[in-house]
């Protein structure tokens, strides 16, 4: 089954500076990668996502890129703000969903 | 269209007790997951259903858990004879199908405390 892996477990940066979250995949069936945002004591929220037939896509300050052949996929937040504190967590998914154990970012003001 | 809806949003039960954990899919979606989410840990996959079948349960404990997404009604997880180690918060998820490429969309969850 899929494996998957993010790095770092926690990240701190300085407002205003960009934040990247990184995973790596190990099933090559994997076509779809969500990224899910989760405040405390929330549900997770989609916040992007990209399929296997795109290398990146942006929403705002908010960017993914996927490299197949490497097996991993990137979260790139720009501009960071204090409300973009929160724990990410990306997932791959083949033929079932897998979570990394997520990243704690915390920006601080 | 009403998101996801899981309750009870809070559970506490003493060890040895059942928890039954319902998850009303959004309108439209026939698929459902559950996860668990352990403090501070990521989200581990559970079980997919859809309509009256269960479809992959290899994140299951093989004992004490089930889960079940009846023709009519909420899915249901089922917990018998908690344990401590229980405790954790269970969110569901559903999506339209199970096309390769489907979006999940998650439920507010349910914390359990098992004292």
């Known amino acids: 089954g899929e494996n998957v892996e993010q790095h770092p477990s926690t990240l701190s940066v300085q407002e205003g500076d960009s934040a990247v979250i990184k995973c790596t995949y190990s099933d090559s069936a994997s076509n779809y990668f969500p990224w899910y945002k989760q405040e405390l004591g929330k549900r997770p929220q989609l916040i992007i996502d990209?399929?296997?037939?795109?290398g990146e896509k942006k929403d705002q300050r908010i960017a993914v890129t996927l490299n197949k052949t490497a097996k991993h996929f990137s979260l790139h937040i720009t501009e960071t703000q204090p409300e973009d504190s929160a724990v990410y967590f990306c997932?791959?998914?083949?033929?079932?969903?897998?979570f990394g154990a997520g990243t704690r970012l915390t920006v601080k003001p | 269209n009403a998101g996801v809806m899981q309750n009870p949003r809070h559970l506490v039960r003493r060890r040895g007790q059942e928890a039954r954990l319902r998850c009303s899919p959004m309108?439209?979606?026939?698929?459902v997951y559950w996860y668990r989410q352990l403090p501070e840990e990521g989200l581990k996959f559970m079980v997919y259903l859809q309509k009256e079948n269960i479809i992959d349960e290899s994140g299951m404990p093989k004992e004490r858990f089930s889960a079940e997404f009846p023709k009519e009604g909420p899915s249901i997880l089922r917990i018998q004879q908690v344990v401590r180690g229980d405790s954790a918060a269970y969110f569901c998820a559903s999506s339209p199908g199970q096309a390769y490429q489907e979006t999940q969309y998650f439920g507010p969850g349910t914390r359990l405390l098992v004292l």
């Open positions: 997932a791959a998914r083949g033929n079932d969903m897998r």
């Open positions: 309108k439209g979606h026939s698929h």
């Open positions: 990209i399929r296997s037939n795109v």
